[in-house]
């Protein structure tokens, strides 16, 4: 992968430049096919269908001061957010519009904070997906700032883990589910570039108004080549109980690698548990033996009182059962994901839709060529044979 150097930060101001530039001659960019549709019987936004093509992403720099107000001086009563890389802070523009303003503070040199800051631009920047959070802009007056749209319900960690939460109901955790694997189907097999997040857990999905999921935090994504099969990365970063045995264990990322976190990803959903419990058991050891049981009912969140749909329940499950095998080759693609969790449709790497009579011609489906609903019935017999790594 390269990287654009780290001390020129001059090549921000000339790529937008040229942006303009493309946009003043009519220059169309590739288009890519969104989901989009009526919100379907299981309360999932997005159908099946194709949607117009997503708007062109477009990003402004904004000054400081814009930012500095917006945010009341970064008053800590703004302050939404805080990890070991990053301060998160919730501000207003003069318009009124909500935002996000990202300002880093990871301690590194200079030089591999600016260098990181042209990658996160470099990679989100040209991402344009209703399932991923959307850059407005950034600044680097009084240092490195990234400014987002703000998501009024936060992330889904706090509304899962946080006792002053209440708690979501089934159909908006089916939502977000589905919400997600659209995001990173997209990211994966539509984007003009492959991404690779590397960091996919509940408290980097944020939450629109309407409960939408938005993959956000972009600050460990790879680009991979299309010619590339895996990326090997040194040194290993990303969040315990969320990392691929082969990422941890050899470095190797590839989209399985997002895969495995979005397996933990759907238990946690399901469960409401932490990935990683009080006693430091990740949250898949915990599960796969239940899984191997066929006790998918035992996974449920006891917070939902019984109220859910169990046939959503036994194909998140069977799916996160698929995600987080240990060998990546014998996990699903985010197709065959898709496949799974929206009842039978197959859908194309270039975000296509088609139905099961044109099969034959879709090729990407190399592990599950059937519907959910036949899956189930010899659900006895195959899944002790899945989870047996």
Known sequence: MKY????????????????????????????????????????????????????????RCFSFEEIFVATDAFSSENLVGKGGYAEVYRGVLNDAEEIAVKRLTKACSDERKVK????????????????????????IDNGLYLVFQFSSRGSVASRLHDP?????????????????????????????????????????????????????????????????THHSIAPIEGTFGHLAPEYFMHGTVDEKTDVFAF???????????????????????????????????????????????????KRLAFTASLCIRAPSAWRPTMTEVLELLMKGKQIESGGKCQTKKNKKNSGDLRILNMNVTLLSQFHRIILPLLLVL
């Not at 090549?11 to 989901?35: C, Q, Y």
Request: one cysteine or more.
């Open 4 to 59: 654009i150097r780290a001390n020129s930060l001059k090549r921000l101001f000339s790529l937008k430049r040229r942006s303009f530039e493309e946009e003043e001659e009519g220059v169309v960019p590739k288009e890519h096919g969104v989901f989009k549709g009526e919100e379907d019987k299981d309360g999932c936004k997005g159908g099946f269908g194709i949607a117009p093509a997503a708007q062109r992403p477009s990003w």
């Open 116 to 139: 990181d800051f042209l990658t996160e631009i470099g990679t989100i920047g040209h991402v344009c997906h209703p399932n991923v959070s959307a850059l407005l802009g950034c600044c």
């Open 164 to 228: 002053n939460s209440p708690s979501m109901d089934w159909k908006t955790r089916y939502k977000i589910a589905i919400g997600t694997a659209r995001g990173l189907h997209y990211l994966h097999k539509v984007c003009q570039r492959r991404i690779i997040h590397r960091d996919i857990k509940s408290s980097n999905i944020l939450l629109t108004a309407d409960f939408e999921p938005q993959i956000s935090d972009f600050g460990l994504a790879k680009w991979l080549p299309s010619q590339w």
């Open 263 to 313: 397996g933990v990803f759907l238990l946690e959903i399901i469960s409401g548990r932490k990935p990683v419990d009080a006693s430091h058991q990740s949250l898949h050891c915990w599960a796969k033996p239940l899984l191997n049981r066929e006790e998918m009912e035992t996974l449920v969140d006891p917070r939902l009182g019984g109220s859910f749909d169990s046939s959503q329940l």
